[in-house]
C-alpha cells in the first residue's frame, strides 16, 4: 500500500501491483466512506498503513484503467479480513464500454 486517503464520499487506497510479466503499476481502489470504515472495524491511523502489504478482492473498472472497487482487504502482517466496500455484482467487471472515436 502506497497511499490512503479518506475522503467523502468515498475512501480511496493506492497499492503497487506487480502484474504476470513482473511490472508495476501504481493501482487505485475506491471503497465505504470513512465513517462507514470506522463502524466495520477500520482505524485511520492503524488498520493500513503505507508499506503495508495486502490482498484485495474488488472489480476492476470497465475502461481497463489501473482503477477498481474494493470489496474487501486481507492484511498479511496478521491475515485479517476487513470490509472495505459494498457487494457490487459478481466480479465479471461487465461488459468494457467503447473506447475512442465513433
Known sequence: ???SQWTN?????????KDKNGEVANW???GYPPVVLNRVGWKRTETMLPGDTVTVFG???RDGTNWAH???????KNGKKLESGPPAG?????????????
Open 1 to 3: 500500500m502506497t497511499k
Open 9 to 17: 464520499p468515498h475512501f480511496y487506497f493506492f497499492m503497487d501491483v
Open 28 to 30: 487505485k481502489f475506491e
Open 59 to 61: 472489480w476492476r473498472a
Open 70 to 76: 474494493s470489496r474487501t482487504v486481507t492484511f498479511a
Open 90 to 102: 459478481n466480479g465479471d467487471g461487465g461488459n468494457a464500454p467503447p473506447t475512442g472515436p465513433r
